[in-house]
């Protein structure tokens, strides 16, 4: 695979976050050479290793667009997605293969696959391939959509800041992370494990403290003081709302 010469910009989810992509591959070297690239070229990207793991992981992460190997043991990349179709899971899937006979090709098509890119490939050429597919199927953004806003707090996913009341906050890369996530899900109740997966991308508690040593840091910058923006729900995890009268 080569680095395309142009840069080209990656779609962005509406909270304004880059599209989320799950890569299922079972050759590793080549999974962590997806993993690089397309983190490099700026989206969010997931791995599994199984077909197993890859109909977990979609439950879990709900990727904008899956890359999927077609030779894997257990379940073959066809038989992942055709699972999904069978349950109505309508994420694009691009499968990634080493058979190009007609036959695989039409196979993979009747599986429900968007794309199909035989091995070897191009970085470029899927990374081309890549955003066709996601414009065809993430919804449009509205305009301003790169900013969230609650209370007097603005953020904004282009430009990477943060103001409250006028004034500019300056935010960690994981502190940033933590306030677009829950700007995103407004009066959610999130918990910590949830936090965990979507700021950190960790599958299981590791680190009890983290979550809540993040939130403090980022009520003490914010300057939240009661009524805090950022609420506590005992017991079950954290919330934004915004003050009531």
């Known amino acids: 695979m080569t680095t395309p010469a142009g840069a080209l910009a990656p779609s962005r989810r509406a909270d304004g976050g880059p599209a989320r992509l799950l890569v299922v591959e079972d050759e590793r070297m080549l999974a962590d050479m997806l993993l690089d690239a397309l983190t490099f070229a ?7 290793e199984t077909g197993t793991q890859a109909l977990s992981r979609v ?16 379940l073959s990349g066809f038989a992942v997605a055709e699972r999904l179709r069978s349950v109505a899971d ?18 993979g098509f009747l599986a429900g696959g968007d794309d199909y890119l035989t091995k070897p490939f191009r970085l470029e050429e899927l990374r081309l391939r890549i955003e ?7 919804p449009a953004r509205e305009p301003g959509a790169d900013r969230l806003t609650a209370a007097d707090v603005v953020l ?30 407004p009066d959610r109740v ?3 494990a949830e936090l965990l997966r979507g700021v950190w991308d ?12 993040y939130i403090s840091y980022l009520r003490r910058k914010l300057g939240d003081v009661p009524p805090r923006l950022i609420r506590t729900v005992r017991g ?7 003050p009531r009268p």
């Open 42 to 48: 700026g989206y969010e990207v997931h791995l599994a």
């Open 132 to 138: 066709a597919v996601l414009r065809r199927t993430m």
């Open 59 to 74: 439950r879990e992460l709900v990727p904008d667009l899956m890359l999927l190997d077609v030779n894997m043991p257990g």
């Open 90 to 107: 309508t994420t694009p899937v691009i499968f990634l293969t080493a058979r190009d006979a007609p036959q695989d090709l039409r196979d």
């Open 156 to 185: 904004d996913t282009a430009s990477h800041q943060v103001w409250r009341g006028g004034r500019e906050i300056h935010l960690s890369r994981t502190e940033f992370q933590l306030l677009r996530y829950l700007m995103a899900n």
């Open 202 to 213: 960790q599958g299981f508690e590791t680190d009890t403290s983290l979550v809540e040593t």
């Open 236 to 242: 079950v995890g954290y919330a934004l709302r915004e």
């Open 190 to 192: 999130l918990s910590r």
